[in-house]
């Protein structure tokens, strides 16, 4: 049974810094494309990051360029965010997801990052 489970989110002040996890289990991690998605309160889930397989290429959504940084450890079947200079903006569930191409998606269940004073 496949089981993406992500932990790290919480409360943090605007410029503060958080690290996401995701354990990923069930399935063969380190051929999958791994990324993080985010959602806002009445707002599309969209793409933050993500990595290939074997990390190579790591793409960026313009709105984390230069404050986020997504790896991955296939050791641990475990992929991070690193989130730095964190905005009330980047509030969101943040979830996990593995993807290859002619395979189902897989989806975590979220995290609650929320960036206020």
């Known amino acids: 049974q496949v089981h993406l489970v992500e932990s790290g989110g919480g409360l943090v002040q605007p410029g503060g810094s958080l690290t996401l996890s995701c354990a990923a289990s069930?399935?063969?991690?380190?051929?999958?494309?791994m990324s993080w998605y985010r959602q806002a309160p009445g707002k599309e889930r969209e793409l933050v990051a993500s990595?290939?397989?074997?990390?190579?290429?790591?793409n960026y959504a313009d709105f984390v360029q230069g404050r986020f940084t997504i790896s991955r450890d296939d050791a641990e079947n475990t992929v991070y965010l690193q989130m730095n200079s964190l905005k009330p903006d980047d509030t969101a569930v943040y979830y996990c997801?593995?993807?290859?191409?002619?395979?189902?998606?897989?989806w975590g269940q979220g995290t609650q990052v929320t960036v206020s004073s």
């Open positions: 997801n593995a993807d290859r191409k002619g395979m189902r998606p897989y």
């Open positions: 069930g399935f063969t991690f380190s051929i999958y494309v």
């Open positions: 990595i290939t397989s074997g990390g190579a290429i790591r």
